[in-house]
């Protein structure tokens, strides 16, 4: 068990850095980058415990989808690459202050409920137990799901058309 | 391997990104910020269904990923028209709002 | 006995007149004159027809009745004849728990003579009015105020309270008020209305306070207290009330009738009253109203009798009711001789003849007051009528005898000898009127014991026919001197002008007057005559008729002194005499006195100003009252009172100042811009919050959940 400690410290490691990247530097498409950094990071935490088809699914969709989206996005509004000034505006203090009181409570909160459980990766879960479940009991989410991309799709087009 | 682990580690991407979201000017570095809470609850999604031998928390995972892609492309959306008409996509400049 | 059953109605008809008269006589075509007629006429006709059925139920109690005998052996009795009870008829006025007033007649035979006497004068002053006051402007106004004046007397001629005798008298002296002031715009008319009221209400403080006295003695004797007179009367006599409060009711009704009937010292209205039209002075300050407080006499008498111990000489002989009498009827008498206006001799002549009246009763000569006063409302009458007859046809309606009269008696001889015969009546002049009722009271005098009030008699008779004599000869003898204009005298000055254009005859010179004027002068001449008769001591009928036989005194009866008449027809001559000789001239040695010597004009200058009496009311006891209090008054206002109120106004206005300065602007408005300024502060400091800034709301957002989770945290 020690070696999949380690893996996950050298994990979290890099993925706690590539937060920190996303919402400190000065450069939008670094930021970009880093996000990729850390949901990469998410997905390999994903294969150590076992679930290795949501982890193929954030690499694809995720890393894949959003963040080419992204780097549309960054493109298309002419987001400053080298910009003079920072990033960030003036609540960065109570920002700080308010999200460290955050971080605070949700641990407190963790380590007080989860004390020492463990979690036991017997196996790696099967693929088709996952869609199984997902098309039998979870099939009325799924639909739903499947109607709420139909939304976003069409209403993406239509805020984004030009006229 | 501690649930805790994963779990305060999915806390603290949490909180990073509510820092992102409060500090940052850009509009599409908060969406990043908020992308990057989405997938803190991944992980604590992901972890719960591991450690109790349920595909639900995988299934669950999944949704919010696909959710999470929607709503980037909406926000992206959104924030190309916010560009075209005020020529800026900072969110200081945003404030039609204030009285 | 339906007459005397029914005699209220001889007040009420004239009552009646009265409103009728108010609210219709102006549109009349006499203007009233012809109802007040109808009314007085009435009440006479129902008065003689009373008078007849009264001497007829005497007659028949006369006759065998066992009532008499039973009064014989009571020993109630003062006349001849058997008890006959006064016929009464009440009503319940007023009732509460055991006290009761009642309201109602009591006729006997004062009342009886009483209402004769007022109706006929007031009858034969109502038809001589319709002349003497034609084209006056107030004339039915007046005519309203004599028919309210004869109802007033008539009931309190009948009353059988004192309360009631109450209401008659005040409401007398109002009429009396209204008539003298009848001509008020001429301001000497009003003050003497004035004067004429308060003098009397002076008297009627006594007045009140004896009615009062008279419910407590009824109550000491019969155990519940009334103003009954038959109760009061049996009361008074029965001895089983205390002496001191009969002696002080009888001197407090004393004060009452000195001030109603003129006697000293509070006469001094009488003369001033002659302000008012002289139809009014004959018969209300000569025949009617000053007699009330002599009436008031004879019908309380035994409070009296027994009050001022009458009956007994040793201890009463100098009775105050009796001193007082004897005193008037010589300032009467002195001050007459001293007038220069006809009416006014005649008035002191009326205050003189009072105090006869008053004397007698005060020496227990009931029956002489009485019948004194029957007889001089009589020639009195005549004498004030004969007088407005010479002012209004004679001396341009001047009453002054120097300056416009004289040698009248050969163009007016009706009015003279009507005059002369009069005036021989009130002198005592055998055999006339006067002289039977003024003997009857010196012989009563004489017998009881009051020795010295026959002198004063005498001498006052000296004195009457005298300054009437004096009166006479100024008036109707020498030569004219009314030639020049009308001299209006203020006392009594009218409103000639209305009165010269309604005259239908022309004022050539003086003249006889109308035989509406004369025919009332013949009517009480022949009365003047005849009268004194009614009592001739053979037949004493006066006495059998009108003096009350039960709730009365024993005073017995006094025989008729013919050398005491001798001696005051004598007197009564030589006074006469005396008079004549002096105005016609002769006696020079006695003409000017008052000139040369110097206590005679010491003593005409005491008469001429009335013995100081109205110098002494009016600038001493009333000016001196007045002036300090007054000014005493005006001192306290302006200085106190002033000072009071300026000194609450200016505190209240400090106050006032202070509660805005402070309290107002400071503290209320401090603490409401207070409020509103922290209101507005917060408002601003709160409106920070909303920058418009999205990220700054979700600042504040998450802030809230995490403190909402460290409270679910801290709390479960």
Sequence with gaps: MVAENVVFGIIAAAMVIGALGVVRTKNIVHAALYLVVVLAGGAAQFILLGQEFVAWVQVLVYIGAVIVLFLFGIMLTRAPMHPKESLDNDLRWPGAAVALFLAGILGGLLVKTFHADKVDIIAPTRTDAVTNAIFTKYIIPFEVVGVLLLGALIGAVVLARKD | MLLNQFLLLGAFLFSTGVYGVLVRKHTVLVLMSIELMLAAVNINLVAFGAANHTVAGQVFALFVLTIAAAEVGIGLAIVLLIYRNLRTADLDDLELLKD | ??????????????????????????????????????????????????????????????????????????????????????????????????????????????????????????????????????????????????????????????????????????????????????????????????????????????????????????????????????????????????????????????????????????????????????????????????????????????????????????????????????????????????????????????????????????????????????????????????????????????????????????????????????????????????????????????????????VVGLLGALLTAAYMTRCIYLTFFGEYRGGHAHADDGAHGHVVDAHESA???????????????????????????????????????????????????????????????????????????????????????????????????????????????????????????KGPIAAGAYWVNQHIIDNVLNFTGRGARAVGRFTYDYIDQKGVDGVINGIATVTGEAGGETQKIQTGRLQFYALLLVLAVGLFAAALWIFT
């Design chain 3, 503 to 625: 005259d239908a005859h022309g004022h050539g010179g003086p003249h006889e007057s109308n035989w509406v004027l004369t025919m009332p002068l013949w009517v009480l001449t022949a009365l003047a005559v005849v009268t004194g008769l009614l009592n001739y001591p053979a037949w004493h009928r006066f006495e059998t008729w009108f003096q009350p036989r039960v709730h009365f005194v024993e005073a017995p009866a006094v025989p008729f002194n013919p050398i005491l008449a001798i001696v005051s027809v004598a007197i009564a001559l030589t006074g006469i005499g005396v008079a004549w000789a002096f105005y016609s001239g002769r006696l020079r040695a006695l003409h000017d006195l008052s000139v040369r010597n110097a206590v005679a004009r010491v003593g005409k200058m005491i008469l001429v100003n009335k013995y100081y009496l109205d110098w002494l009311y009016t600038d001493v006891i009333v000016g001196g009252i």
């Design chain 3, 1 to 454: 006995m339906w007459f005397l059953d029914n005699a209220w109605l001889v007040p009420l008809i004239p009552a009646l007149s009265f409103a009728v008269i108010l609210l219709f006589g102006k549109r009349l075509p006499r203007k009233g004159s012809e109802v007040g007629i109808a009314a007085v006429g009435a009440s006479f006709v129902l008065s003689v027809g009373a008078a007849i059925q009264w001497i007829n139920h005497l007659r028949n109690a006369d006759g065998t009745s066992a009532l008499g005998a039973l009064g014989r052996a009571v020993g109630r009795l003062s006349a001849e004849g058997p008890a006959v009870e006064p016929i009464t008829r009440a009503t319940t006025w007023f009732e509460s728990g055991t006290f009761k007033l009642s309201a109602g007649i009591q006729i006997d035979g004062l009342a009886v003579m009483m209402m004769f006497v007022v109706t006929l004068i007031s009858l034969l002053v109502h038809i001589y009015s319709s002349e003497y006051m034609r084209g006056d402007v107030r004339y039915t106004h007046y005519y309203a105020a004599l028919s309210l004046f004869t109802a007033s007397m008539l009931l309190l001629v009948v009353a059988d309270n004192t309360l009631l005798m109450l209401i008659g008298w005040e409401l007398v002296g109002l009429c009396s008020f209204m008539l003298i002031g009848h001509w008020w715009e001429e301001k000497p008319n009003s003050d003497a209305a004035l004067k004429a009221f308060l003098t009397t209400r002076t008297g009627d403080i006594g007045l009140l306070t004896g009615v009062v006295m008279t419910f407590f003695i009824v109550q000491r004797y019969t155990g519940h207290g009334s103003f009954n007179i038959v109760a009061l009367n049996d009361a008074a006599s029965s001895g089983k009330v205390s002496h001191t409060l009969i002696m002080w009711c009888a001197l407090a009704l004393l004060l009452g009738i000195m001030g109603k009937s003129g006697q000293f010292p509070l006469h001094t209205w009488l003369p001033d009253a002659m302000a008012g039209p002289t139809p009014v002075s004959a018969l209300i300050h000569a025949a009617t109203m000053v007699v009330a407080g002599v009436y008031l006499g004879a019908r309380l008498y035994p409070v009296f009798w027994n009050g001022l111990s009458i009956g007994t000489p040793g201890h009463g002989a100098w009775n105050a009711m009796a001193i007082i009498g004897g005193i008037t009827v010589l300032v009467g008498a002195t001050l007459a001789f001293v007038q220069d206006d006809i009416k006014k001799v005649l008035a002191y002549s009326t205050i003189s003849q009072l105090g006869y009246m008053t004397m007698a009763l005060g020496v227990g000569a009931w029956t002489a007051a009485v019948f004194h006063l029957f007889t001089h409302a009589f020639f009195k009458a005549d004498l004030f009528l004969g007088a407005g007859s010479v002012s209004h046809s004679g001396s341009h309606h001047s009453f002054d005898m120097k300056k416009d009269m004289g040698g009248l008696r050969k163009v007016m001889p009706q009015t003279f000898w009507t005059f002369v015969i009069g005036s021989l009546a009130l002198a005592g002049i055998f055999p006339l009127a006067g002289f039977w009722s003024k003997d009857e009271i010196l012989v009563n005098a004489g017998r009881h014991g009051y020795t010295a009030f026959v």
